[in-house]
């Protein structure tokens, strides 16, 4: 069961957040230094909120477990 719940959180973490890597790195991307300050900043933003996102769905699904437990 234990196994299930962490790979079923790392799936919906990377349905939500792009790694890194996998971006690839063209104009407006926000971590090219040529990538205008508005762009890289909406980029940025947009990140942030999945983040958060990821995060709020990660402590639900934790306190299910622990409610469950």
Same mark, same amino acid.
């Given at each position: 069961?234990?196994?299930?719940?962490?790979?079923?959180?790392?799936? !919906?973490?990377?349905?939500?957040?792009?790694?890194?890597?996998?971006?690839?790195?063209?104009?407006?991307?926000?971590?090219?230094?040529?990538?205008?300050?508005?762009?890289?900043? !909406?980029?940025? +933003?947009?990140?942030?909120? +999945?983040?958060?996102? +990821?995060?709020?769905?990660? +402590?639900?699904?934790?306190?299910?477990?622990?409610?469950?437990?």
């Amino acid at each position: 069961m234990e196994a299930s719940t962490n790979n079923t959180l790392l799936e !919906r973490v990377e349905e939500l957040i792009q790694p890194p890597s996998e971006r690839p790195l063209v104009w407006g991307n926000p971590l090219l230094s040529v990538t205008p300050a508005s762009m890289a900043i !909406r980029d940025l +933003a947009v990140r942030t909120v +999945a983040l958060e996102t +990821a995060v709020r769905e990660i +402590a639900n699904e934790l306190q299910r477990l622990l409610d469950e437990a």
